[in-house]
């Protein structure tokens, strides 16, 4: 037990600004909502494309759902059923934005975290990765609010690994299952999932073009390699430092490559953002430093500009 305790508590890392990654966080699920806010209705609403009695044989009937907080806002205020049905997304937007500048963070990071199992349990067949990652990264970004809002020096870091450690041991069963899923099949084994994939995204001229030269063996191998690296994934990054290293670049080369063939961006976005956090969360030091050049040379600029004036 103290082994276990120590893992989950102990994690060290220079890294301890940890608004920046609150502000990626809170970014990507405000880009996710807002990019889905014009079919809400077709999702979410009580005429979407699936019925409300249909998703309900899927998520238990007393879970909280969209259609639960319209009806009790318009008991509460009697206001037409299309401004009731919106009130949850824009309350969920105005809480990301708080969170954003930085105004009662914990409390909104909670109402967030509601509101987004509320759309899970209301769109459980329409949702996919994506929504199940974000979901987790916004109970990720609760601990990191209360991380930052932490005072006492004693405490003060304990939050922040125990985040860490829960994201990577989430990443651990998320890969290792998506291997394990894999290998009880045959298309990762022969080399057809990837070619499959290929052929169902792509245009007809990239494939003729470019992908239809490719030998067989090629696409065999790059299927192992994927099922391999997820299988293992647990042991890898956790050996040594240099194959953490190619594990993770491997990782991210996987998410790239869905990105441009899969073409579903904001899941990859979501796993390239989850890896770097759960393993290398000081890289977003790169990051701050450079925010803060650019700071300071638009602060010398101005200044230089006000002198001249003057």
Sequence with gaps: MNKVVSFMTCYKDDFKNTKIIIY???????????????????????????????????????????????KSIISLTSVEYKYAFIIPFYLYIISLIMILLNYW???????????????????Y????????????????????????????????????????????????II??????????????????AIWLCINHYLDEKIINSFF????????????????????????FVFLNKNIRKWTIINIIIMHIVIALIIKIYTFSIAMLLFNIIAFYPAKFSILIRYLDEKRSVIFKQNNKNNEVTT
């Design 24 to 70: 990626l966080i809170s970014i990507l699920a405000l880009i996710n909502i807002i990019s889905i806010f014009p079919d809400l209705y077709s999702i979410y609403s009580k005429n979407g494309i699936i019925s409300e009695s249909l998703n309900n044989n899927f998520v238990a009937a007393d879970k909280v759902k969209i259609s639960t907080l319209t």
């Design 212 to 235: 239809a030269h490719i030998p067989k063996f090629i696409y065999q191998l790059a299927s192992l390699h994927v099922m391999v690296l997820e299988l293992l994934f647990p042991i």
């Design 105 to 123: 963070k914990i409390f909104f990071a909670i109402i967030v975290i509601f509101l987004h199992t509320v759309f899970l349990n209301s769109a």
């Design 125 to 172: 067949l329409l949702s996919y990765g994506a929504d199940f990652m974000i979901a987790f990264l916004l109970y990720i970004n609760l601990f990191f609010c209360i991380e930052d809002n932490v005072k006492s020096e004693s405490y003060k870091g304990i939050i922040f690994s125990f985040a860490i450690r829960l994201m990577q041991i989430q990443l651990c």
């Design 175 to 192: 890969y290792f299952f998506g291997g394990f899923g894999k290998a009880l099949g045959f298309d990762w084994l022969d080399g057809n």
